[in-house]
């Protein structure tokens, strides 16, 4: 039944209230009349009775084609679910040693993601003596803050996390 549901409204012989403020198919007010004949003469068009304002008094009663306003209600969700912004989290992985083409590339990612409004890890991977020469890492990851400016803000500044210096990255509002 459609009327189960809290956010769904109560129809035809769902509705409890005696008397009802009635609004035709138009939308042009009836009046208080007995729910009795507001859905008689709801079915007598072939429509529904659909309680529209049920905290009003008397409730507020439309008649119409629920399937289709339900089909509606739907559509509208859907749109609205289509037109959020996602924003995802995307990591960029570079080395201690990066050469300055592979910088540069990944460095370019970085700058796409941030203009199509992803939030961008960029993490630095330390293997074996490299862990002594974590400075290097740190000037990596500062450079990528300084190439990316204009796009995106760092949020905090190189963090480690075990073998990983690590960067958050976000778009900046414009």
Known sequence: MPGNEENTPRIN???TSSQVL??????????????????????????D??????????????????????????????DARKKQKVQELK??????????????FKTKAVRQFLEKGHRVKVSVFF??????FLNKGEEV???VIAECE??????????????????LLTPSTK
């Open 49 to 78: 009775l659909v309680e529209v304002a049920p905290l009003a008094q008397p409730p507020v009663c439309r008649i119409m084609d629920y399937g289709k306003y339900r089909y509606q209600l739907q559509k509208k969700e859907k």
């Open 22 to 47: 009635l609004v035709d198919e138009n939308g042009v007010k009836v009046g208080v009349t007995n729910t009795i004949d507001a859905i008689r003469m709801a079915q007598e068009q072939s429509l």
């Open 127 to 132: 293997r074996g003596r490299e862990m002594s």
């Open 141 to 143: 990851l500062n450079r």
């Open 13 to 15: 012989n769902e509705i």
């Open 91 to 104: 990591e960029i992985k570079m080395r201690p040693k990066i050469d300055d083409h592979d910088f540069d």
């Open 150 to 167: 204009d796009v995106g803000k760092c949020e905090s500044k190189p963090m480690m996390e075990g073998r990983y210096m690590r960067l």
